[in-house]
């Protein structure tokens, strides 16, 4: 189970071949590639224990909204078919035991290094090494830094005037106590209808006395169908787990959807009814597969949108709400859609308010709850699901210095750029797993782990095998992933919404599709066609340049 409390550790000092930043699923299985290579290396986490998202995420409802059985490694056959899953959609406390048991079965945590932040890692271009420290005092020469510190780490509090001066209690949904809350009887305030909203707040309905939700945009959820596992559905994967792993690997998403390859506006209505229909029923997100035109095309989009709003307002009981629930500020799927359960039914409880704050926004937390348009709504506790400064909060927060001083706070502050979402330029032998201009959000994030890790893995052992020491992607090849990122997302509809893939959540932040849109399946050929190249696009340098080039 999770690493007991390190209060007392010696700090760790000298050289190492990699350092690991992020103990979630990417660190735990870079750091076994690693092993397998033979090279060294340490992972450092600010958190007691593995899990990264499925650690911090702990508020009521936490649930994944990718399958179990796809929603997990595949590196290892004897993990895939010993761990048995006990719901088609996992929640929190089950994903994070996985991650335990993963962590224990490959002995991970010899080479982790937990309550421990890393607050800074420069570049030395003499070198070619980072040195990394951290609050704990570790000072560390490594010879190439991975940052697996997830896509959706970085938690937003908003800063409302009077926010400190609140009586009662305060929680984020991204940092939620490991005890748990006991909402029995209080009244409760919920900031925010996004997907962690979406989750907890039929759970803290079913507790509180009273529970008021602050919404300013609706979003769009799909009821997750959710369901205990049984042993024939679980060995319709195990039983050919490697074909549906490779099949899953070349889609769009990373997800086994039954996508249905027909346009929505050229099918006939009583037809595309019966197709949404059936998506409904079964749950989850693969909704967004009942045609193959929602993302790109609005009139088809329309008709899926407008198909989930009479659901909406089927739901609903009261007229009012159920139209303030009905979004129609954004194309659907253009926000991360969610998935729920009982999510609209709550709202027809007697103790469930709603309140729309998109006209008139909460003016300041008080010493009772919170002031909107010159009311004062009381509570004993305030919920804010105000998500995350997505993608590149977690990374411009870090301190990382690269080439010339240049802060990746400052080469960001544009804009992420990259190239493949592996490297930035000007950053030599930093990785990112899952990082911006990678398909990451969008997919089955343990898919594109993988699929990161991996090419990671057979870089640093192609670097090695011919004596080099240094990789940085190119500024041309960036520039060019970036303009091609670009276009791909804008032959889409994702940049017509103010969504945090496009940094909307975030005052001043710029407004940059962030994920790579191009698919899965597309995305992994590109990066290995890339390294079939000899890393094209990327400058490799070391004491056998010369040699390596004329092989």
């Known amino acids: 189970m999770s690493q007991p409390a390190e209060l007392q550790r010696a700090p760790v000092t000298g050289k190492i071949d990699v350092v690991i930043v992020g103990a979630g699923f990417g660190g735990m299985y870079m750091l076994h590639r690693l092993r397998g290579l033979g090279m060294s290396a340490i992972v450092f986490d600010v958190a007691t224990g593995v899990g990264g998202t499925w650690y911090w995420n702990r508020y009521p409802g936490a649930r994944c909204d990718v399958e179990s059985m796809q929603y997990s490694y595949s590196f290892d056959e004897g993990i895939q078919q010993d761990w048995q899953w006990s719901e088609v959609f996992a929640g929190q406390p089950e994903i994070l035991r996985y991650a335990n048991f993963v962590a224990d079965r490959l002995d991970l945590r010899r080479d982790m290094r937990f309550e421990t932040r890393v607050t800074g890692a420069e570049f030395d271009e003499a070198t070619n090494r980072w040195t990394v420290r951290t609050d704990r005092g570790d000072v560390l020469s490594a ?37 748990g809350v006991d909402f029995t009887g209080l009244r409760v305030g919920v900031v925010g209808t996004g997907s962690s909203a979406i989750q907890s707040i039929p759970v803290i309905a079913d507790q509180a006395a009273h529970i ?32 549906r792993r490779a099949e899953a690997r070349m889609t769009r998403n990373g997800i086994l959807a039954n996508p249905n390859d027909q ?40 008709t899926a949108a407008e198909f989930v709003r009479s659901k909406i307002r089927a739901m609903v009981k009261d007229p009012a709400k159920a139209e303030l629930l009905a979004p129609t500020s954004h194309p659907i799927g253009t926000k991360r859609i969610c998935v729920d359960t009982d999510y609209y039914l709550t709202f027809n409880r007697p103790n469930v308010d709603l309140v729309d704050i998109s006209d008139t926004p909460i003016e300041a937390v008080t010493p009772l709850g919170l002031r909107v348009g010159g009311q004062e ?17 977690a990374l411009t927060r870090m301190g990382i210095v690269g080439r010339d001083g240049m802060t990746l706070a400052d080469k960001w502050a544009p804009g992420a750029r990259t190239y493949l979402g592996l490297m930035t330029a000007g950053f030599p032998n930093m990785f990112m797993i899952t990082g911006p201009g ?52 804008h ?25 790579y849109i191009g698919g899965v399946g597309a995305y992994r050929l590109k990066c290995d066609e890339i390294a079939a190249n000899g890393y094209e696009g990327f400058a490799l340098s070391g004491a056998d340049k010369v040699a390596a080039a004329a092989e």
């Not at 409302?160 to 106590?177: A, E």
């Not at 709504?377 to 909060?393: K, L, R, S, W």
């Not at 990161?452 to 870089?459: G, L």
Request: proline share 6%; glycine share 6%.
């Open 438 to 489: 990678s398909p990451s959000v969008l997919s089955n994030m343990i898919v594109s782990i993988e699929q990161h890790v991996d090419w990671i893995a057979d870089c640093l052992g192609h670097l090695r095998d011919r004596g080099l020491d240094c990789i940085e992607a190119t500024l041309d090849a960036e520039n060019a992933w970036v303009d091609h990122g670009n276009e791909v997302a």
């Open 263 to 302: 346009s929505a506006i050229e099918t006939p209505e009583a037809d595309r009814l019966a197709v949404y229909e059936q998506r409904w029923e079964s749950g989850g997100t693969t909704f967004m597969a009942a045609f193959n035109d929602l993302i790109f095309n609005k009139a088809s989009n329309d």
């Open 491 to 515: 032959t889409t509809l994702y940049p017509s919404a103010a969504s945090w893939y496009m940094g909307a959540n975030i005052p001043g932040k710029p407004r940059v599709f962030m994920p």
């Open 377 to 393: 709504y009381a509570f004993d506790a305030i919920v804010f699901a105000t998500g995350f400064d997505a993608m590149t909060g």
């Open 143 to 179: 010879g190439f830094c991975v940052m697996a510190t997830g896509c959706l780490s970085a938690a937003r509090m908003p800063d409302f005037p009077g926010i400190d001066s609140f009586r009662g209690k305060i929680y984020h949904t991204g940092h939620w106590p490991h005890e």
């Open 212 to 243: 008021t939700v602050f919404q300013r945009t609706p979003n769009f959820s799909i009821p997750s169908r959710n369901r205990p596992m049984t042993e024939d559905y679980a060995r319709s994967f195990k039983d050919v787990y490697p074909a």
